[in-house]
């Protein structure tokens, strides 16, 4: 009966997962918790739902449950890590990205995360060391080499910062985040026809976003550009 109730909820599962109507997919997955309350994967299901969905109370609450069925799996650590700091609850964070990394210190989804954390706290250079270590593993990924040009960036190392923004860009000229952090540090040292360049691509790419075409109009105001 327990096998039949648990083939059931991942039956829910799998359909909650193709659904696109949210209220239906929740409705799939409660009725997975129902079947099936003490399995990891549904109550994770179900909790990055509500993780996605800024329900964090919720999410943690289900992310939890299914900890307690297996307190070494890394990749719910991780995700508690996700909800605290969503709710900016640093400390509990930490500790939640702390304990992931531990139990797969190759993890460079965690040490992103814990990055963002210490970055959060001003702590830069355990937030560099992260980063360091998550590019080490996952060098084609452009999230931590972005964020660690941003981190350069902020503590006045331009130069290290542009150093990793061209790395990305090597290999993705249309990368939105290190378009725009590439324009700011020109507009930074008044070189506003680069910064021009970057922005003019990132209005091309996104040509209904308010703020980058704001930006767009205030650097060719400061360069007297018409």
Do not use: C, W
Request: avoid cysteine; proline fraction near 4%; aromatic fraction near 4%.
């Amino acid at each position: 009966l327990a096998d039949d109730k648990l083939q059931l909820a991942e039956a829910h599962v799998i359909r909650g997962n193709l659904e696109d109507d949210k209220e239906k997919q929740l409705a799939d997955y409660n009725t997975a918790v129902e079947l099936a309350p003490a399995d990891k994967d549904v109550r994770r299901t179900r909790g990055l739902y509500y993780l996605l969905n800024d329900d964090y109370e919720k999410a943690r609450a289900d992310i939890d449950a299914a900890i307690e069925e297996d307190p070494e799996d890394a990749s719910l650590q991780e995700a508690l890590g996700m909800a605290f700091m969503m709710e900016e609850k640093l400390d509990e964070a930490q500790k939640a990205f702390d304990k992931a990394i531990e139990l797969e210190p190759e993890s460079s989804g965690a040490l992103l995360q814990r990055a963002r954390v210490l970055a959060m706290r001003e702590n830069q250079d355990g937030a560099i060391a992260d980063l360091d270590k998550a590019i080490e593993l996952a060098p084609n990924s452009a999230i931590p080499l972005v964020l660690r040009a941003r981190i350069h960036q902020q503590a006045g190392n331009t130069e290290k910062a542009e150093a990793d923004l061209e790395t990305v860009l090597r290999q993705d000229p249309d990368n939105a985040p290190a378009l725009e952090l590439r324009g700011l540090i020109a507009a930074d040292r008044a070189d506003y026809a680069t910064a021009i360049r970057d922005f003019r691509r990132l209005v091309a790419a996104n040509p209904e976003d308010p703020v980058v075409v704001s930006q767009l109009a205030l650097l060719y105001l400061a360069a007297k550009q018409p």
